[in-house]
């Protein structure tokens, strides 16, 4: 029987080429008069023509964001904030960029005006990781939600394909275990449905022919759902699992999702049946996990954990740390079988092979 409990997000959402163009505007109407411009250090392009859009409105740039926001770097970031007076914080570039401006308006509760130029989808939700001591966090609030978002597919342009293919895998990744989030609801899964569709076709496209602008935008329409079912629903073992590598072995976040999602999914096949059949639907394929192994190949991802740098040895570990507080998952999540999934990733196994 039909029953779910549906709780929307508000967000302003822009969408479209030359979007961007609409920053300035967009923080009047917030009310806000001091924006903070954050980005990577490798991307402060990015924050210097956000800044110059917002003139008289940019109070400065903080080029430090770090991936999965080391405690540290927040630490400075809510410094700056407060040095300057920000009273919002404009973050430009992908989750790491997002992740910092959530991890200050933690702190502070100003509002976020995300631009997000990756497919990672922390611009759609509420939620923030931080690492401290080698372990990764997540905290979900309300206030940490981006008030607007600016979808501009021509900033997505200059995202190379080794990086864009991961990224829209990682998108993927959220609307695969949307359909079976223990809170699923029937419009997440339409969102998500739509979203691995729509990654599905056009992220080949978005690597074979990086200057496609019409693939971008499919691209990061895709994200976009993908991004507002991460915010909506729970999340299960892939994303617990990416979580555990990525805070504690500070592995790469999207290349990790690439690589762990078909396995993830091939854990869960035989426990969501539903899912895996629209999944597949949505890929035109028959078999959810060997199709999302297939995609992220065609894709050039590289599909090895052992690549990354991890020691066999250290798949204990990270079997243990994953099954410590598991996320609530379809399969029952025991060690052995969490070790072997980590096995056939170290290995990069196609799923049924
Ligand atoms: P990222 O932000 O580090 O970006 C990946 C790479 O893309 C970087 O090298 C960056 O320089 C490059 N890049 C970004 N924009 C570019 C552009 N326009 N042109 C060229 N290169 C560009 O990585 P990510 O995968 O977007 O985000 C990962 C982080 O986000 C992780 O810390 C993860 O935990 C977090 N995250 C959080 C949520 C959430 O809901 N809180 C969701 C997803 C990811």
């Given at each position: 029987m039909l029953a779910f409990t549906y709780q929307t997000l508000p967000q302003r959402v822009l969408f479209g080429p030359?979007?961007?163009?609409?920053l300035r505007e967009e923080v009047e109407r917030l009310g806000t008069r001091r924006a903070l411009v954050l980005s990577t250090p490798g991307k402060r392009a990015l924050a210097e023509d956000a800044a110059r859009r917002l003139g008289p409105l940019a109070a400065g740039i903080l080029a430090r964001a770090v991936m999965h926001v080391p405690i540290e770097i927040a630490r400075e970031g809510r410094e700056e904030a407060r040095r300057l007076e920000a009273d919002c914080y404009v973050a430009i570039g992908g989750g790491t960029t997002i992740g910092l401006a959530k991890a200050i308006a933690l702190e502070t509760g100003m509002p976020i005006v995300a631009i997000p130029t990756t497919y990672s989808g922390s611009e759609a939700t509420p939620v923030q990781g931080l690492t401290e001591g080698g372990v990764k966090r997540t905290v979900r609030e309300?206030?940490?939600?981006?008030r607007t978002v600016i979808y501009d597919p021509e900033l997505t342009l200059a995202l190379p394909p080794a990086v864009a293919g991961p990224s829209g895998v990682n998108a993927i990744a959220h609307c695969v275990e949307a359909f079976y989030?223990?809170?699923?609801?029937p419009i997440t899964s339409l969102m998500a449905e739509e979203g691995i569709r729509a990654l599905g076709e056009s992220l080949p496209v978005v690597v074979a022919r990086p200057d496609d602008l019409a693939a971008r935008a499919q691209a990061l329409y895709g994200a976009w759902l993908a991004g507002t079912a991460l915010g909506t629903v729970g999340m299960a073992l892939h994303h617990k699992l990416c979580h555990t590598l990525g805070g504690?072995?500070?592995?790469?976040h999207a290349e990790t999702h690439t690589l762990i999602l078909p396995q993830a999914a091939a854990y869960n096949r035989a426990a969501a049946p539903a899912a895996m059949a629209r999944i597949a639907r949505a890929l035109g394929a028959s078999d959810a996990p060997a199709a999302l192994f297939d995609l992220a190949s065609r894709l050039g991802?590289?599909?090895?954990?052992a690549t990354f740098g991890l020691r066999e040895a250290d798949l204990e570990r990270a079997a243990d740390l994953a099954i410590?507080?598991?996320?609530?998952?379809p399969a029952p999540v025991t060690r052995a079988g969490v070790r072997a999934l980590l096995q056939d990733a170290w290995h990069g196994r196609r799923p049924g092979d």
């Open positions: 030359g979007r961007i163009a609409s309300a206030k940490l939600m981006p989030a223990a809170d699923a609801n504690t072995f500070n592995l790469p991802a590289e599909m090895r954990l410590e507080s598991p996320y609530p998952n």
